[in-house]
C-alpha cells in the first residue's frame, strides 16, 4: 500500500486513518511512511501523529493477531537534537519492547544505497528479527 499515491495500490491518508481494521490482512507490514524533516517536524502535530502515534497505534493492531511489522528509524535519532529525532525516538522506545516489531534504524538513504536499505527492511520482515538492526552510516547531523 501506499500513503502517497493515489493508484493501482491501496490508498491510506494516515493523519485520517484510524481504523487499523481497515486495512488488507498481511503476515508482514513495512511502514515507512511518517513526517521527515528536522523543520517540517518542529511544533507540528501532524508530525507527532505520523512520526509516533501511526507506528505505535499499527503495532499494537498487528500484535493483536500474531503479525509482524518492520518499521523504519533514523539514526539520527543518536543526537536527538529536534522534533523529528525526539519523535522518533519516543516511538522506536515503545516499539522495541514489542516482540512482533522489527525496527530499521537508518541511516543517510540516497539513490545509490536505497537497494541496500529495502533489503534489510526485507530480511528483518522475513526472518522477524525483532529489536533495533541498524544500517547504513550517519555521523554528522543533518543541519550540518
Given at each position: 500500500?501506499?500513503s502517497?499515491?493515489k ?8 493523519l485520517?486513518?484510524d ?5 488488507p ?6 511502514l ?7 523543520k517540517?517536524c ?38 536527538c ?14 516499539l522495541r519492547?514489542m516482540s ?5 534504524r ?6 545509490d ?15 522477524w ?5 541498524r ?10
Amino acid at each position: 500500500g501506499t500513503s502517497r499515491r493515489k493508484g493501482k495500490h491501496h490508498y491510506l491518508n494516515l493523519l485520517e486513518f484510524d481504523d487499523f481494521d481497515e486495512l488488507p490482512e498481511s503476515d508482514i507490514y513495512y511502514l515507512c511512511a511518517g513526517a521527515n524533516g528536522a523543520k517540517r517536524c518542529e511544533g507540528s502535530q501532524d508530525g507527532f501523529r505520523l512520526n509516533v502515534d501511526v507506528p505505535i497505534g499499527l503495532a499494537n493492531y498487528v500484535g493483536k493477531w500474531g503479525g509482524f511489522l518492520v518499521w523504519i528509524s533514523s539514526m539520527s535519532i543518536e543526537w536527538c537534537d529536534g522534533a523529528y529525532q525526539r519523535q522518533k525516538l519516543a516511538a522506536e522506545t515503545v516499539l522495541r519492547t514489542m516482540s512482533h516489531v522489527g525496527t530499521v534504524r537508518a541511516g543517510r538513504v540516497t539513490r545509490d544505497n536505497l537497494d541496500d536499505l529495502c533489503k534489510t527492511m526485507m530480511d528483518v520482515g522475513e526472518n522477524w528479527v525483532s529489536g533495533v538492526t541498524r544500517w547504513g552510516t550517519d555521523d554528522i547531523s543533518y543541519q550540518k
